[in-house]
């Protein structure tokens, strides 16, 4: 029993011990892991939309809520939406932690919108290999008249402030950051760095870490000295949500399915029944709308869209030679090109998506439209004035007097004779009354 008593107390004590070093091994861990400056590490790539602008500030938000050390943001953009570069950049100056924006992997760029916000960040770094700049707000539409270019002189004169404005505030190229609005002009990574526009140039974000230790940098809430030589990363990623709307938030993707749907919803019209172009011209349009939501659209544009719908529509139940498609196809061309303004938004259709996609969905619904009216124009082959003169058969016999069931033509139907038929009897249709057709024994020929 004594024997029993001493090894339940050496198992307590030893399970005491044990937990105990296991504890102090787990706050030691912790310690040091708390000891570690976190860094929160966000994607972007493809256009500056909507989607990507929810996306950064929720990453921004997350990141000072979480006590982050900084933000690591690796970009790669052709540029994008101007309105949802303002929101990203607001962002960026109210920030209360360093966002570092690091144009990577090798061959990124940062154009148009993406330059702006390089320009913004509290330390801008790039690759080598990569470019920043082109920054103009151009695009397929406009018809270059005098109204149409005072508004992209005035769009150019507020961006143009806009980018000089960012520079001076972070100490960068006020004359670079206008020139790339104004002039079109970019840079490579060297060349950046040489014109003062970034403040470094590192080969991966190890190297970009080590040169970065000890800078101090100015937030919203003064002065930081930044601690990246032990930093740990952590990964922001974008929620489902956030990933369709960045897909779809695209005006070229827009554009597709407008023309996608609309081609399917024609198709339908055309011939009824055939149930696939339809649904899936339905779902195009509706994905379209979802896009166009939170894209800027021009509602002249749209409605002369609408417009190309109602005349392709009417082309299939007026006989007009072909004017109504034909109008058609103007009003589309015109509200495709008019459905976004870059001048005031920075965000257009690439000529290289449009004019594929113009040009099929035109040539689909001329092809349409001929078929349409080369079936209106061929007599009937079918109905019951059709089928005279076509032979068939008598199902059971019948007399004058008398309706019977005859076989024509693939179809059965009552016949009246002023003869005798017999049953299975070969007959000839000589007419037709109401539904009945008149029939008479088939002639032999001699």
């Keep these: 029993m004594m024997n029993r008593l001493i ?14 070093m296991l504890s102090g091994l787990f706050s030691l861990s912790r310690a ?22 929810d996306f950064f500030k929720r990453a921004l938000d997350e990141a000072e809520e979480g006590g982050a050390h900084a933000v690591l943001v690796e970009l790669d953009t052709p540029g994008g939406l101007v309105s949802s570069l303002r929101d990203m950049i607001q962002r960026v100056l109210s920030s209360r932690i360093p966002v570092i924006v690091y144009v990577s992997p090798q061959g990124a760029q940062s154009a148009s919108a993406g330059a702006l916000l390089t320009l913004s ?34 769009a150019e004169n507020d961006l143009a402030a806009f980018a000089r404005s960012i520079a001076e505030e972070r100490g960068r190229n006020a004359a670079w950051a206008e020139k790339a609005v104004r002039e079109s002009i970019a840079s490579t990574a060297n060349e950046a760095l040489k014109e003062g526009v970034i403040d470094l140039v590192a080969a991966d974000r190890e190297e970009l870490f080590s040169k970065l230790d000890g800078k101090q940098v100015k937030t919203a809430d003064g002065e930081v000295t930044l601690k990246l030589k032990d930093a740990v990363l952590k990964e922001i990623r974008p929620t489902l949500q956030e990933q369709i709307l960045i897909k779809l938030a695209d005006p070229n993707l827009a554009y597709i399915f407008i023309m996608a749907g609309l081609a399917g919803l024609y198709f339908e019209l055309a011939n009824p029944g055939s149930i696939f172009p339809g649904v899936l011209g339905a779902i195009c349009l509706l994905l379209a709308l979802f896009a166009l939501q939170a894209l800027p659209v021009n509602v002249v544009g749209l409605l002369l869209i609408v417009l190309a719908v109602v005349f392709f529509g009417l082309e299939l139940f007026v006989a007009s030679g072909g004017i109504l498609a034909i109008a058609g196809l103007v009003a589309l061309l015109v ?41 209106a124009r061929k007599k009937l082959a079918s109905g019951p004035e059709q089928l005279l003169g076509y032979e068939g058969q008598a199902v059971h016999g019948f007399g004058p007097d008398e309706t019977g069931k005859v076989f024509v033509h693939g179809e059965l139907w009552d016949a009246v004779a ?18 009945v057709l008149q029939v008479t024994k088939k002639q032999e020929k001699a």
């Design 7 to 20: 090894s339940l107390k050496t198992l307590f004590f030893t399970t005491v011990l044990l937990t105990g």
């Design 418 to 435: 002023q003869e005798t038929i017999e049953e299975k009897e070969a007959v000839t249709v000589s007419g037709l009354k109401g539904l």
């Design 121 to 154: 960040a509290h330390v801008a770094a790039m690759s080598p290999g990569t470019e920043i700049g082109a920054a103009s707000p151009v695009g397929i539409g406009g018809g270059g008249g005098e109204g149409d270019d005072t508004m992209k002189k005035k």
């Design 32 to 53: 040091a892991e708390e000891g570690r400056n976190e860094v929160y590490r966000l994607v972007l790539n493809g256009t500056v939309n909507p989607g990507s602008a």
């Design 335 to 375: 509200g495709s090109l008019m459905l976004f303004n870059p001048a005031e938004t920075g965000i257009s259709i690439s000529l290289s998506v449009f004019l594929p996609v113009y040009i099929s969905v035109s040539a689909a619904i001329l092809v349409i439209v001929w078929l349409v009216a080369k079936s």
